[in-house]
């Protein structure tokens, strides 16, 4: 028998508190999935009230059915595809003018609808109050006043929905008359306007008449407000309290010091706060590792455990610190308002590298995890500033490369300079990513104008179950996606690392005759002018799937002992020499080689699925992975034949 | 009074919108409540005046130097 659940959809405008009511009536019972055909995503999250469940669907924030990104036109064609049982029109009561344009649009597909007034308080605080019963009549559908980030007016919400009484909208806001040249008489609705709109390609007069419609809308929309709403004795005024910290916050000059310092906390919170964690989870995982591997040496299948499927397992989980806390900065740059801010003071820089302000935000979380920060993108709604910045943030020094970059610097570079090689290494990230967008944005053609229209809402406190929540379906987000692909990676690796062709059989065999060996000298003619070894060779093989894994792909083959603390592998790397010269395998010729090639290289199989995720072709995956190699081999071997010589 | 467009209005004067040059992003405009007839009052600018931040119907948006040329405006003495 099939399940009777019903469906509710939430719409509304960005910024009016629709996800703090998705989340207050689903709590934790979220999932989160692509939209068939579409790479953004679709917000879902189930309840029951009494014996009934029901669905509910986020849809991404909107101020009219006139798509302009690729998330707001998941909006329309959701409308038009699938009939919900209900829909919660979410509106920003102290934006009220703006939230009835969509309104009143919505309300017009005939579909059963109610009205979730938030953030009274917020109107109240400007001297405003709005009478819910009036708006009732006028809107002629059932308003609830709420404040979500509070829980206020969730249960009459709640009894609403289990009432199930649920009807379209008393009235027809738009004017069908302005449809008739284009639909017949027995179609004449605003849905199969929007079909057809969505059917033929644009021209000026179905655009004009878009124009027609909205401001016939607000016209209507401003007699209903000066029936609903009047003027009381002002209270704290977040709009002006707003305005004036935009004084400093996004003035011409201060506002540049401001984001600098906000960023400068963001970004040095994550990397110290990052670290403890992520140290606790690799020695917790490495004495596994450890404790399992003594249980009994000889067994195949406890080595199998501890050499590929607990290191795979912690290669995942690592990250978690990491993506949680990027996404608590994000939640909350987000949430508080400041991150239009700045888009607002960058966005004209960014321009100049064919990104735009919101590009900002992605390229910056680059310098967490790629992955994330490619999903990231999505409100940017043009699709070549889009698609510059996801083929941009692979630049940007990720997590990953730290380790890397750490033990090679401290093997190759003076302690003096360590440090500011580090650095050096980060601007070079940033330096190229720009440099990148630069030749992007000269190479790739649009037609599409670019354009930046966007609201600065007022400054608001997050809220931490928001927080919280998004904090957790990111991390699953990435446990689910990457996770398996990590997992399988590493398990690949074990077996080539460790099995190799002898006496005409499979065998388990040292490093020094496996696969990966066979793999390392057979590359070994193409790196050798850039300074390797065929040892390193197999860790640049290897560390493919993932860069860490560099580290301790050369840990095996130099035979460093689990117990090895990272100062004895620099001292053990720092003493090999070739058999043949006895000159060391690791100087500066070879060591600055290396770390340019790391910098460059698109060394991460899940960034390059998440390119073709986002992008959704295979292309863009590819010509980023052969540039980029390409820069690293180019700057490698310059790199490398320069610093031999002095 | 002369028509101008939005660029030439300094910070904090207001203005009271006239027309809009059609443009790719015009509906855009007229949706977040710019259209003839409303008055409209810039409140911060970036080094070149672009993006600019303005002030309309209670709420305040950035536009670009592109947007903020296809609205032509009046000057209104208060």
């Not at chain 1, 924030?61 to 006139?66: R, W």
């Not at chain 1, 305005?243 to 040095?268: A, N, P, R, T």
Request: charged share 15%; net charge positive.
């Amino acid at each position: 028998m099939e399940r009777n659940i019903r469906n509710i959809f939430l719409i509304g405008n960005p910024n009016s508190g629709k996800s703090s009511l998705f989340n207050q009536l689903t709590g934790l019972n979220q999932k989160i999935a692509n939209y068939p055909g579409v790479t953004t995503e679709r917000k879902m999250g189930s309840f029951y009230l009494g014996k009934q469940e029901y669905e509910l669907v986020d849809l991404p924030g909107c101020y009219s059915l006139y798509p302009n990104s690729i998330d707001e036109k998941v909006v329309i064609n959701e409308l038009l595809q699938n009939k919900p049982d209900l829909i919660l029109f979410v509106a920003d009561a102290s934006n009220l003018y703006r939230s009835l344009l969509l309104y009143t649009q919505v309300a017009d597909f005939n579909l059963p609808i109610a009205m979730v007034l938030n953030m009274v308080d917020e109107l109240e605080s400007k001297g405003e109050v709005v009478n819910a019963s009036f708006l009732e009549s006028e809107l002629g559908c059932p308003v609830f006043l709420c404040n979500s980030k509070k829980r206020k007016g969730i249960d009459s919400i709640q009894k609403y929905i289990i009432g199930s009484d649920f009807h379209a909208s008393m009235k027809i806001f738009g004017n069908k008359q302005l449809f008739s040249n284009y639909l017949s008489s027995s179609n004449l609705n605003y849905a199969s306007w929007h079909e057809y709109v969505q059917g033929t390609p644009s021209n000026a007069i179905v655009e004009n008449i878009k124009r027609i419609e909205v401001i016939e809308r607000y016209n209507k929309i401003e007699s209903i407000i000066a029936l609903t709403v009047s003027k009381t004795q002002k209270a704290f005024n977040r709009q002006r309290f707003t305005e004036k910290l935009d004084k400093y916050l996004m003035h011409k000059y201060y506002g540049f010091i401001f984001l600098l310092l906000i960023l400068y906390v963001v970004f040095q919170t994550l990397f110290t706060l990052a670290q403890f964690p992520m140290t606790w989870l690799d020695s917790g995982f490495g004495y596994m590792a450890h404790f399992i591997n003594n249980l009994d040496s000889k067994s195949s299948w406890l080595t199998f455990i501890s050499e590929a499927v607990i290191p795979g397992i912690s290669g995942v989980l690592i990250f978690i610190p990491q993506i949680a806390l990027l996404f608590l900065m994000n939640t909350f740059l987000e949430e508080s308002g400041y991150m239009a801010r700045i888009v607002f003071l960058l966005d004209n820089w960014m321009r100049r590298f064919g990104m735009s302000g919101k590009s900002v935000l992605p390229l910056l979380s680059g310098n967490a995890c790629a992955i994330p920060a490619i999903a990231s993108t999505k409100a940017i709604p043009t699709h070549k500033e889009r698609l510059i910045t996801i083929l941009c943030i692979p630049f940007m020094t990720c997590s990953a490369r730290l380790p890397v970059y750490t033990l090679l610097i401290s093997i190759v570079i003076p302690l003096e300079f360590q440090g500011l090689s580090l650095l050096s290494l980060y601007a070079l990230g940033v330096v190229f990513a720009m440099l990148f967008g630069w030749i992007l944005n000269k190479n790739i053609s649009s037609n599409e104008k670019s354009f930046l229209i966007m609201e600065l809402p007022p400054y608001r406190l997050p809220s931490f179950k928001n927080i919280y929540i998004n904090i957790k379906n990111a991390v699953v987000a990435f446990v689910k996606v990457a996770g398996k692909f990590i997992v399988t990676i590493s398990i690949v690796l074990w077996f080539l690392a460790s099995f190799g062709w002898q006496n005409q059989a499979i065998q388990k065999t040292n490093i020094e005759t496996s696969f990966a060996a066979s793999i390392g000298k057979t590359i070994e003619p193409a790196i050798k002018p850039l300074g390797y070894d065929w040892k390193i060779g197999v860790a640049l093989v290897t560390s493919f799937a993932a860069r860490e894994v560099f580290v301790s792909t050369l840990g095996m083959l130099y035979n460093i002992g689990e117990e090895a603390t990272e100062r004895t592998m620099i001292e053990k790397m720092k003493s090999q020499v070739y058999p043949q010269t006895q000159l060391p395998v690791f100087n500066l010729a070879s060591g600055v080689s290396l770390l340019l090639f790391y910098a460059f290289a698109l060394q991460c199989m899940s960034t390059l699925a998440a390119i073709k995720k986002e992008t959704d072709t295979f292309k863009w995956a590819i010509i980023s992975f052969l540039l980029m190699a390409s820069l690293a081999y180019t700057s490698a071997f310059i790199a490398f034949q320069f610093l031999k010589k002095c | 009074m002369l028509p101008m467009t939005l660029c030439e209005l300094e910070k904090g004067e207001m203005g009271i919108v006239i027309d809009l040059i059609q443009n790719e992003f015009t509906l855009k405009l007229v949706e977040m409540g710019i259209y003839k007839g409303r008055t409209i009052t810039p409140t911060e600018f970036t080094l070149l005046k672009d993006p600019i931040c303005v002030s309309v119907s209670d709420s305040r948006l950035m536009l670009r130097k592109e947007e903020a040329k296809s609205i032509i405006v009046t000057k209104c003495d208060l």
